[in-house]
């Protein structure tokens, strides 16, 4: 059994970093999702959903924790148009724990009040945003994508209201867990500000306390080393779980390389590298195809940061290994989607040239393809059949969600349909029924 450690190192930071704020007081407090096995591992699954409420809907906090929640600050370049007047407008810190292995752990909320940051915001999450956050979160886990978990969702009784969505529609409160909430965009608002030091001393953060690491001379040509080779592999997984996040702007890109922060996302049922998720991204600028680029573009910018550091002609090499690591993290990340050993580059390379052509066809979704030919369980389409033949699968298919008749998929119908049950009749077996068949997928993947 995992023990609590606490262990609120931000505040070796947070001079810099944040201001204290003060969570909203909610009408009421509605215990929707709790998330045990993500609680195991921070020591926190004992606790009775009357002290998770308290802790994670009234923010009471937790023992030898931040005393008071901190609301970080950030600039980021948002579809590509620097943006210096954001940072958490409805979210914060609220405390920080060691998992068993000793990584740090944040938890961050969502719709939990007005902030120095709030703008013209009101500070609130819709029910149906956090809906959506868990169902995101939980597909992509299983498929293999690192990211936040949505650790907990409580709904709070107030009727908001909402541009995009028919309103007045149901509040909520979330938190979830990650991998630090350091942004690309925390370092953007050091450069622009001219607090040097302070990008020096940030950097020294990430490195040692998120990434357990001895920071060395230059902490800083460590941590873009790490956000390289970490966001390329992100980028890459998010191609072979067939997911769109539709919102990659800087201040969206963790520093731990870790996905988070969920709005308009969609998982595409098509191989279409135009297909977006943001109703709003009119360019096409996040499209599932563009979404390495726009993410390598979000590291350019945290190298800029950096240049005010460290020179550019020791940053640029460390960039300029995006493109490579990204090719073989895609390479991996396609043959870990197929569950198959890897071969040698040039194979590897051949056998995922032929996916993405079978699949650019659109004749076949892209979780039925890799449902029906994981492990090569069944005779593979002829423009990949020659090249599939001669991988080994990673482990025996014995799982019984093999035997299933159809993939475990996350297209927009389902996800609307989960949340008209919960709209319309306050049914929420549909969402717990599909966490659980998301768990077993993820099951038969590990």
Request: hydrophobic residues 40%; aromatic residues 10%; negative net charge.
């Amino acid at each position: 059994m995992t023990a609590y450690h606490p262990d609120p190192a931000i505040l070796a930071v947070a001079d810099f970093l944040a201001d204290p704020v003060k969570a909203v007081t909610f009408p009421s407090h509605v215990l929707r999702f709790r998330n045990d096995r993500a609680a195991k591992t921070v020591g926190l699954d004992n606790l009775t959903d009357e002290q998770w409420t308290r802790h994670f809907g009234a923010f009471e906090p937790l023992p030898g924790n931040l005393p008071e929640p901190l609301a970080l600050r950030y600039h980021g370049h948002q579809f590509r148009v620097y943006n210096p007047d954001i940072g958490d407008g409805r979210g914060f810190l609220f405390a920080q724990a060691r998992d068993a292995s000793g990584r740090l752990l944040d938890f961050g909320t969502k719709g939990s009040g007005t902030t120095p940051y709030s703008r013209s915001g009101d500070g609130r999450l819709t029910l149906k945003g956090g809906v959506r956050e868990i169902l995101a979160t939980e597909m992509l886990e299983a498929l293999g994508v690192v990211t936040s978990k949505t650790f907990s969702l409580i709904e709070t009784g107030e009727r908001l209201y909402r541009g995009d969505e028919p309103s007045p529609t149901r509040s909520a409160v979330m938190v979830r867990l990650s991998h630090g909430h350091i942004r690309i965009g925390s370092f953007q608002r050091l450069a622009i500000l001219g607090q040097i030091e302070e990008i020096t001393r940030l950097a020294h953060y990430v490195v040692e306390t998120l990434y357990g690491e001895p920071a060395g001379d230059t902490p800083e040509l460590r941590l873009l080393d790490h956000v390289v080779t970490g966001t390329a592999r992100l980028a890459a997984s998010y191609m072979a779980a067939g997911f769109v996040h539709g919102v990659l702007n800087s201040d969206n890109i963790n520093t731990t390389a870790e996905s988070f922060d969920y709005g308009p996302w969609r998982f595409t049922p098509f191989w279409d590298e135009e297909f977006t998720a943001a109703y709003f991204d009119h360019q096409k600028l996040y499209a599932f195809g563009r979404q390495a680029y726009s993410i390598h573009w979000d590291v350019v910018q945290l190298a800029i940061a950096l240049a005010k550091v460290v020179d550019v002609e020791a940053l640029a090499p460390i960039l300029d290994a995006f493109p490579a690591r990204y090719e073989e993290a895609y390479r991996t990340a396609m043959l870990w989607r197929l569950l198959v050993k890897p071969r040698d580059e040039a194979s590897d390379l051949a056998l995922v040239q032929a996916i993405e052509r079978f699949l650019s066809q659109q004749t076949m979704t892209i979780d039925r393809f890799f449902f029906d030919f994981a492990g090569a369980r069944q005779a593979a389409p002829d423009e990949v059949g020659p090249l599939l033949a001669g991988y080994e699968p990673i482990k025996p298919l014995d799982h019984p969600f093999w035997q299933d008749s159809e993939p475990c998929s996350m297209h927009i119908d389902e996800v609307e349909a989960i949340w008209a049950a919960i709209d319309t009749a306050d049914d929420w077996g549909p969402l717990h029924a599909k966490v659980a068949a998301i768990r077993r997928m993820g099951d038969a993947l590990a």
